[in-house]
């Protein structure tokens, strides 16, 4: 929501205008938002009496029957409009196909959509309402951890297009965004993954203390879903929501002064500059938070041979990753790959590389002396390190899948969300810490002959193959 203000006066050859934007929106963290005894979500609809909602086809299946019946009980008619799942699904068509129903449904003016799902959704139909009557009203829930602590706290709404991600979009506040954690109970454990990535990013560059905890914990927090799963021990669950508030506070306490991102040295772009074409270069994509995994870790490395981080620490910082299961470096980074993708983000950071680097670990320093050589070298400095690592420097469940696709068939694709969860709950049995820790470990064999699904090269998925849409990412 946004307030203009503006004044207007004479100059010799014309008229000038003078004016701000004020803007208003708010974040609310609220456990089973669908949970019919808790009024706050319909609370913003009594006013029209009605609800249009916007879902990606698996959370429809996953949750809608849960959204009818909270709307059934607060006797608002409900009407869901389902986009297709995955990043190829992130185009102007699913953007048309949101306005349509927008049209069929007839919004009126300030009447907001309420849009439910991961980054994908929100960006799209975010975006959607942004362009439908130049301006209409929205209300997000955040589903997935990426959606939760990074898409829905900035206000980037955006569709892919030509090969180029994010290149349609623009700066488009929701009205209320409600924070409901419980989701993650459902999120497939690759998700969960992308979204810790995230979370290294922003503390490792700005917040020591959730960095502590993050280290601290980080097999129970991606076992448990954040504290989230079934079985879960209190405990975690507030480590996990302390990790996610700080992580949430200080994402907006960096990025709301640079709202519409005129300032380009950004600390929220750590690990977002080479991680484009990770994402693009093998056959089967990256998922994301592994693609900026290897781009934080090498990006770290440069940081320790800069000085900018003790060695101790950049060994931390790496094991982190490995911990977690993500990928700190892959075969198709190559010099080549590397020469690319600088060329491609001096572009969109005006000429300069602003490359934001942990330095000190806590704090972020922008390097911008470099040669091409300088960074091959470092490059293969950071290739011999991470064969030391685990698995090679290689993620788990590296590639994304038909969960992510929502290519295949529905059923399958919905059979595998469940199976994922029923595996990742198993780890849980009689309390994870020992056995997921063993399964993580970094002392496993480094030749990566441990039977994990998903390392690289060996995507999981139901899909392979498919060219990713992806060229150049604003993050
Ligand atoms: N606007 C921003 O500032 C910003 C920031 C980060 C990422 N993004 C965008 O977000 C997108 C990625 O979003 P994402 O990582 O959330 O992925 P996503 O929205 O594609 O969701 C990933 C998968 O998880 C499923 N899913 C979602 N919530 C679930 C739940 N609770 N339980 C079970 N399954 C669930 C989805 O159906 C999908 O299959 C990218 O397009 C990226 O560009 C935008
Ligand atoms: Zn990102």
Redesign the pocket.
Known sequence: MSDMSATVSVTPQGFAVAGYEKLNYDFKFIDNVFDPSKSDLANCYTKWGRVLAVM????KS??GPAVQAYFDFHQLPLTIHAMP???KA?TIASLLGIVDAMNSFGVIRKEPVLVI???????TA?FATACYRRNTNFIRV??????LI?????????V?YGNY??RLGAYHAPIHTFLDFN??????IG?VR??FA?IIKISSCADIETFNLLDAHCEELIATHFGRADGSSKEIKEIADKICWNAIKVMLELESPNLHEIGLDRVIAYGHTWSPLHELVPQTPLR?GHAISIDMAYTATIGKELGLMTEEDHTRLLKLFSRAGLSIDHAMFTDDVLEKATAAILKTRDGMLRLATPGPLGKCTFVNEYTIENLKQILATHKTISRGHPRQGDGLEAYVDA??T?EGNKEE?LKE?KDQ?KNSLKELDGYPKKQVHEALADDQAPNGSMPVNGVNGHANGLSNGHASPVAV?S?
């Open positions: 990606d086809e698996n959370m996953l949750y799942v995955g990043e992130k799902g991961g980054g994908l959704v929100t960006d975010g955040p589903t997935t951890v990426i959606g990074d898409a829905s706290v900035s206000i980037k709404v955006a892919n991600k994010n989701f993650l109970k459902t999120l497939p998700q992308n979204g995230e994301h969960t992510d929502g694709i969300i969860q990412e993050s």
